[in-house]
């Protein structure tokens, strides 16, 4: 179905989830003493309230939801709608305190408040902490682990404290069916919960995977292998991603997301490239052949099979982001492709370049041009220098660029770029595909 298309449903079936206790607000008995901007802030309290549900929907990973956007638009559409749902929760006290002053001191002395409006109040503070923690996680560097396994819980406390506000203040909710939609909305979120924390890991658990070999590339890479111990693994296009658990129980919030950098193979044999950062990806080198892994994927939609139509393609990768380009580099040369493809890669050096050989095998087994980039070249280089620009882009692709499908992965500032270049040289936005390696 056309992106254009299926966007367009799942926003309004989205919608439609927002504003069906607003709906219901409307035909439910109305309490006495209220009037118009009364009712608005209830009205916005309710939209506010199922957004916050819906938030949990949208992170859960539920493939046949983000399957034709892609994750990181699903975690991008996550963080918007925090901010709206913030602003719209922000807003329902604030209506309140306008239209009679003396609602604040509820507000600014909740321990004198009744219990079910210090809740509200406690459920707001929760969601300024979650929103800012998330928008100054890096300047205030909160490690990612810590920060994501805090996130969920202050997510169900805020949760949790709004649910206990709505049902003890109850207003508009003495009508059965306004009760029983909160009851089905709270029950929802409770079986999403269920389903992530505890139902998928129990089922990753059943479906083990083993290192199998780790191996050192180029610029700080390594190349990480693993197979399915008792099962068949999974099926997956190339360009789609896992996330990778080594030597933890799935149980534990230690999951991260890798490219799957192999060709689909029988033997469920998965290879990821995966590039020293940080806590976890400085460790790769040391992990031993033997030690139990947990994959849950496939995931993403960045992946060529998805434009089989494709003259050819053109895969722009910046450092590491050439992971999710070799697995489809990869199967264009399994599959024996015919069409002529490029890859463009932008790198500081020479020595920095990862898969520079496989690259350099693989144009000579399919019709691939291969154009290393680089910012600081050696004095005998007589490749291309700097950066990747529209004009360079101009000189290399084929004439019938407008029938090839481009790829783009790496820093986000490249990735923008690229995406301007294109647009420059005319080349319809369905036809260029983004991954981002930083989500959150
Ligand atoms: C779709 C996708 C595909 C990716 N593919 C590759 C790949 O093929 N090769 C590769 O080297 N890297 C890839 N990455 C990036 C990789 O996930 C991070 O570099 C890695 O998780 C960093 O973990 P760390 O503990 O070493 O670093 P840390 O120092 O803990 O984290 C560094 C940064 O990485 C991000 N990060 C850390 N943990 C996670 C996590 N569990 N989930 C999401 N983001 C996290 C955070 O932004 C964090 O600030 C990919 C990321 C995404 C989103």
């Not at 909740?110 to 996680?137: H, K, M, N, Q, Y």
């Not at 979120?189 to 995977?209: C, D, E, N, Q, T």
């Not at 290393?372 to 007589?382: A, G, K, T």
């Amino acid at each position: 179905m056309n992106p254009l298309v299926s966007g367009a449903i799942w926003l309004s079936f989205y919608l439609g989830i927002v504003l069906a206790p607003v709906a219901l607000l409307l035909v439910a008995p109305t309490p006495p003493g209220g009037g118009f901007w009364w009712d608005v802030s209830m009205g916005l309290g309710f939209a506010g309230l199922t957004m916050m549900a819906v938030q949990f929907v949208l992170t859960a990973r539920f493939k046949r939801a983000t399957a034709p956007f892609g994750i990181d638009v699903i975690y991008a559409f996550h963080r918007y709608l925090a901010y709206a749902l913030l602003a719209i929760i922000l807003l329902h006290p604030l209506i309140l305190v306008l239209r009679d002053p003396a609602q604040l001191s509820a507000i600014i002395t909740p321990w004198d408040a009744p219990l079910e409006v210090s809740a509200g109040t406690a459920s707001l503070f929760l969601l300024l902490v979650i929103v800012g923690a998330s928008v100054f996680r890096k300047p205030l560097r909160i490690p990612y682990e810590a920060w994501r396994a805090t996130h969920l819980f202050l997510s169900i406390g805020a949760i949790g404290f709004a649910f206990y506000h709505l049902w003890g203040v109850s207003y508009y909710t003495e009508a059965s069916a306004v009760r029983g939609l909160w009851v089905l909305i709270g029950f929802s979120i409770g079986a999403v919960v269920f389903y992530v924390r505890l139902l998928r890991p129990w089922r990753l658990l059943h479906k083990p995977f083993r290192v199998v070999d780790v191996r050192p590339e180029l610029a700080d890479c390594w190349t990480l292998a693993v197979e399915p111990v008792g099962h068949e693994g999974f099926l997956y296009e190339p360009g789609q991603f896992a996330w990778l658990t080594v030597d933890r129980s799935p149980f534990f919030m230690q999951e991260h997301p890798f490219s799957i950098a192999s060709s689909p193979h029988p033997s469920g044999r998965l290879e990821f490239v995966i590039k020293e950062l940080g806590d976890f990806t400085s460790t790769v080198g040391q992990i031993p052949p033997g030690t139990v892994a947990y994959a849950d994927g496939p995931y993403g939609s960045f992946s060529m099979d998805r434009h089989p139509e494709a003259a050819g393609y053109v895969f722009l990768a910046g450092g590491i982001g050439i992971a999710p380009m070799i697995s489809m580099l990869r199967t264009l040369a399994e599959r024996e492709d015919e069409r002529p493809h490029l890859v463009f890669t932008g790198h500081s050096k020479w020595d920095r370049v990862p898969l520079r050989e496989e690259l350099s095998d693989l144009s000579e087994r399919i019709d691939l041009q291969v154009i290393h980039v680089l910012e600081e070249p050696p004095d005998d280089w007589d490749g291309e220098e700097g950066w990747i620009t529209a004009e360079m882009l101009d000189r290399y692709l084929p004439p019938e660029r407008h029938e090839f499908h481009y790829f783009i992965c790496g820093p986000v500032p490249m990735i923008r770029a690229m995406e301007t270049f294109l647009k420059e040289l005319e080349v319809a936005p369905g036809h260029v595909h983004t991954e981002l390696f930083d989500m959150v």
